[in-house]
């Protein structure tokens, strides 16, 4: 079975610094999808940014950027200039393509990001 | 699109009493799934449908758990004779698709067993 880890429990940043989240996971796959949620306090998980196994260039999205490393099974996140809406419990996930992506995700057990003013 | 609803936001309930939460997906998702999450944990899976059939069941789903979408619509989830370890928050997502698809989210049904 797929788990995600991060060993991050509780991570800090001051506001317009840049913060760098870690991720990894266990799998035997060679194709899966990899996700970055947010869920702030109004419970609301959101989609931050994902990245496909097969695609080396690393995603983006604005200030949210992954550092993904296929060999070491390595997904971090990494927001720039942050701000304050952007504290909140970030959770990496996991998605087997196997059956056609038919899969569940499977998360770890998040990151509490707070940004200092 | 006015997002993933679920119903009611908190349930408060006694020790031996049956729940039952409701989830709307977004209309034209086709998939609908229920994840557990509890106090300082990422959300577990505990069931998916796509239309109305129901396609897998996590092993944390005991015999007490049911889940049900008629229709391919709406689903619920019940819990027959809580017990204080199914105090969580019970969230439900759609997605059109699964692979890369990204899953909508509702807000939760947060769970009290007392």
């Known amino acids: 079975a797929q788990t995600v880890t991060q060993s991050q429990p509780e991570m800090s940043v001051q506001e317009a610094e840049t913060v760098t989240l870690s991720c990894t996971y266990d799998t035997s796959e060679s194709d899966y999808y990899l996700f970055w949620y947010k869920q702030p306090p109004s419970r609301q998980m959101i989609l931050v940014i994902r990245q496909e196994a097969y695609k080396q260039q690393n995603a983006t999205e604005n200030r949210f950027s992954v550092n993904f490393q296929k060999a070491a099974k390595s997904f971090s996140l990494k927001i720039s200039d942050s701000q304050l809406g952007d504290a909140a419990m970030y959770f990496c996930?996991?998605?087997?393509?196997?059956?056609?992506?038919?899969?569940?995700?499977?998360f770890g057990k998040g990151t509490r990001l707070s940004v200092i003013a | 699109d006015t997002g993933v609803s679920q119903n009611p936001r908190h349930k408060i309930t006694k020790r031996g009493q049956n729940v039952t939460f409701r989830c709307d997906p977004i209309s034209e998702h086709n998939r609908l799934y229920w994840y557990r999450q509890t106090l300082g944990q990422g959300p577990e899976f505990l069931t998916y449908?796509?239309?109305?059939?129901?396609?897998?069941k996590s092993r944390l789903l005991s015999d007490r758990f049911s889940a049900e979408r008629p229709k391919g619509s709406f689903s619920t989830l019940e819990i027959q004779r809580t017990e204080q370890g199914d105090s969580a928050m019970y969230l439900c997502?759609?997605?059109?698709?699964?692979?890369?698809?990204?899953?909508?989210f509702g807000s939760g049904t947060q769970l009290s067993v007392l």
């Open positions: 996930a996991y998605r087997s393509e196997m059956n056609s992506g038919n899969t569940p995700l499977v």
């Open positions: 449908f796509q239309n109305e059939a129901q396609l897998e």
């Open positions: 997502a759609s997605s059109l698709d699964g692979g890369r698809e990204k899953l909508f």
